[in-house]
C-alpha cells in the first residue's frame, strides 16, 4: 500500500531513461571535468613547459635588454607581433591541443553524445524568485556547499603538505641566480599544482559516483507510474484486451470461411492443425486454407467435423506444413508424395478418383 502512495521502488524503464537523458538529465560531475584537465595540463606542462618557459625568458630578455629600438613604425611593430605570436603559438598549441582533447573525452567518457538545443533557450521559470530561494536553501545546495568547503580544506592541506617539504628548497633559493630560482620554483610549484589536481580528481570520482546514485534514484518509480507508463505506450488494457476479442473473432470468422473449404485436415493429433485444399482443375499444387494452434487447432478439428472433411493423424507432417507454409500458399514440392498419398486415401474414402 506504501509503494501505491508514492514510494518509488521501481527501477527506472528504459522509456524514462531515454526521455531523461532527451531532457537532459543526466548523471555527471563539474568537478571531474575539471580535476582531469587541470592534472593533464600540468602533466603536460611539466612534460614540454621546458621549452615554453625557456621562450619567455629569452624573449623577456630581449625586450628588457639588448640594443634599443632605432624604429617603432607599423610595418616593424608587426614583424615584431608576427614573429613573437609564431613562436608562442609553437610552444603553447601542443599543450592547448591536449587539455582541448582530454576536456572533450572526460565529458564524453561521462554521458557521451548529447546534443540539446533545446537547452540554448531561455527558460522563464528560472526567474521565479520563489523557485530561485527553494533552490539557494536546497539540501543539495547546502550538500554542495558542505562538499565545497570540504574540497578547499583538502587544497589548502595538499598545498601546505607539499610545500612543506620542499621547504629546505625553497630556502635555499637566495642563493641561486635568478634564472635557476626561476627554474626551481616553477618546478615546485608544478608539482604542488599536479598534487592538489590528483586530490581533486580522486574527490571527483566520488562525486561522479555519488551523482550516478542520485541519479538512479531520481529516476526511480512508483507502481503507478510504470502502469501509467504502460497504458500509454501500449494503450488502455481494456481496449487492448478489446481489439484482442475483435482479432481472435475475426480469425475464428475466417476459419468458418475456409475450413469448410478444404478436403483434408492434417493433426498433431490434438496440438496443431492444418487444413489442405486441392483442386485439380484451378490449382497447380494443394494449398494451406487455415492452420492454427491450441485452441484453433480444436476450432479447425470441430469445423472439419461439421462438414464431413477428413480428418488424419500425421505428427511430422502437420509439424512441417504448420512451421513452413502459410496460409493460402501452396505446399512445398517435397511435401507432394505426403499429401499425394493423404489426399489418395482422401478420394478412396468418398468415392473419387485424384486427376492426372
Known sequence: MAEENGDKSQDATPHRRQKAREEGHVATSHDLASAAL????MSALLMSGGTLVDFLGRYTKQQLGGDAWLRADLDFTMVQWNDTLSELARHLLPILGVVLI???AVNLAQVGFLFLP???LPDWSRL???QGFGRIFSLSSVMRLAFGVFKVLIVGAVAFASLYNERDTILGLTGLDLA????????ILIWTTIKIAAALLLLAILDYGFQ?????QDLKMTTQEVREEMKNLEGDPQIAARRRVVQRQLMLNRLSSAVPKADVVVTNPTELAVAIQWDPKTMAAPIVVAKGAGTLAQRIRKLALEHGIPIVEKKPLAQALYREVEVNHPIPQDKFAAIAEILAYVYQL??????A
Open 38 to 41: 587541470l592534472l593533464l595540463a
Open 102 to 104: 582530454a576536456g572533450i
Open 118 to 120: 533545446q537547452k540554448l
Open 128 to 130: 521565479d524568485p520563489v
Open 180 to 187: 635557476e630560482a626561476t627554474r626551481y620554483l616553477t618546478e
Open 212 to 216: 550516478r546514485w542520485k541519479h538512479e
Open 350 to 355: 468418398k468415392g473419387k478418383k485424384i486427376a
